[in-house]
């Protein structure tokens, strides 16, 4: 089945360490997204890439990296430089070009900072 | 102010009643989705609107371009609907076509 697949769904980290979350589409869409997710707040930008080798930050980026080397894979890396990392971040996808530019999301990673 | 104002922000229904989530915003938009986050975290996009109405199952969607503003409805509730439902707007001018603007989700409990 067509789909997002995000990893780890849950994930543990000492401060000062950096972690990547995994993000992986079987859809053939061209454009993903990570957004993040706090309690009270809506989803916030971090990263999105609209073609392979492309990608621009969002609302939030500080202290995040990504990399968008094959078309179906846009890990996010969260860095030691991140001051609250402790979030739920979702990754989605959408088909560049479609006037509908409906949106696919993963299950979701939660990050917390011991 | 926020841009995507959600009310209410939390709704509890008892099973089968007719359920009306409401989404206004102040900016120019191309389209405007509504989204459903299951308890477990994961969102599924229920409906991508830029005008009138649209019905799938016992959900309705409708915008009102000019008043700012979008109802989801859920006919014949059921427990199996609680959830969050997020509403999201994509602007119509400046900078990518795929940034949205989220609210803050209506969490939503039907019970038996």
């Known amino acids: 089945d067509g789909g997002i697949t995000q990893s780890p769904k849950y994930l543990f980290r000492k401060e000062g360490q950096n972690v990547t979350l995994s993000c992986e589409q079987n859809?053939?869409?061209?454009?993903m997204y990570w957004y993040r997710q706090d309690p009270g707040q809506g989803l916030r930008l971090i990263y999105y890439?609209?073609?392979?080798?492309?990608?621009q930050k969002g609302d939030i980026a500080e202290g995040y990296s990504v990399s968008r080397e094959k078309k179906e894979s846009f890990p996010l890396t969260v860095t030691s430089a991140q001051k609250n990392p402790t979030a739920f971040y979702l990754c989605?996808?959408?088909?560049?070009?479609?006037?509908?530019?409906?949106?696919?999301f993963g299950e979701g990673s939660r990050l917390t900072v011991l | 102010k926020n841009e995507v104002e959600q009310s209410p922000q939390n709704l509890t229904a008892q099973e089968g009643e007719f359920i009306t989530i409401n989404c206004s915003y102040s900016?120019?938009?191309?389209?405007l989705h509504w989204l459903q986050q299951h308890p477990g975290g994961g969102i599924v996009s229920l409906f991508m609107?830029?005008?009138g109405k649209k019905k799938h199952g016992r959900l309705i969607a409708t915008i009102n371009i000019q008043e700012k503003h979008s109802s989801l409805h859920i006919t014949a509730s059921h427990p199996r609907d609680s959830a969050v439902y997020i509403c999201?707007?994509?602007?119509?001018?400046?900078?990518?076509?795929?940034?949205?603007?989220f609210g803050k989700g209506t969490l939503l409990t039907v019970n038996p």
């Open positions: 989605a996808s959408s088909m560049r070009g479609q006037v509908t530019g409906e949106l696919f």
């Open positions: 859809l053939n869409h061209d454009a």
């Open positions: 890439s609209q073609i392979v080798n492309d990608f």
């Open positions: 900016v120019g938009i191309s389209a």
């Open positions: 609107l830029s005008s």
């Open positions: 999201a707007v994509r602007r119509a001018s400046g900078g990518s076509n795929y940034k949205l603007t």
